[in-house]
């Protein structure tokens, strides 16, 4: 019985770390602030620090992870670019001692988040 339960664990458990993401459908139609790229969409679910990478090596093409100071462009033009959950969001911008800056778009306040305990919606960008 036990192994019986640990199999569809298992199974679940790969759906999530072997996750792969569509690019089309979350790169959309960009949309263009200043010198910024900015994907149509987030990613389907919230990331943790650990998943960022592999997921935006997925969409190829020089996506990344918008700076902090980025990151704020985005919210101030939060209606011009559309989509964005009332959430927090990674920003590439390291703080130090296992932490990164995130934005709640929200409120707008930036602040810091440990990277191992926290999931945040990602918004994939790349310079044009």
Do not use: H
């Not at 036990?2 to 199999?7: A, P, V």
């Not at 679940?12 to 569509?22: D, F, L, P, R």
């Not at 209606?79 to 990164?100: H, L, Q, V």
């Amino acid at each position: 019985m036990k192994i019986l339960l640990f199999i569809p664990f298992l199974f679940m458990c790969s759906m999530v770390i072997g996750q792969t993401y569509n690019s089309d459908s979350i790169i959309g139609k960009p949309k263009k602030i200043g010198n910024l790229e900015i994907a149509q969409n987030d990613f389907p679910r919230k990331l943790y620090w650990y998943d960022i990478e592999k997921a935006l090596t997925d969409l190829g093409n020089g996506w990344r992870l918008p700076t902090k100071d980025e990151l704020n462009i985005m919210f101030l033009n939060k209606e011009k670019i559309s989509g964005f959950a009332n959430s927090r969001y990674w920003s590439s911008t390291d703080g130090g001692d296992n932490s990164a800056w995130g934005q709640g778009f929200e409120s707008g306040n930036q602040k810091l988040a440990n990277k191992f305990n926290n999931n945040y919606f990602v918004r994939a960008v790349r310079a044009f």
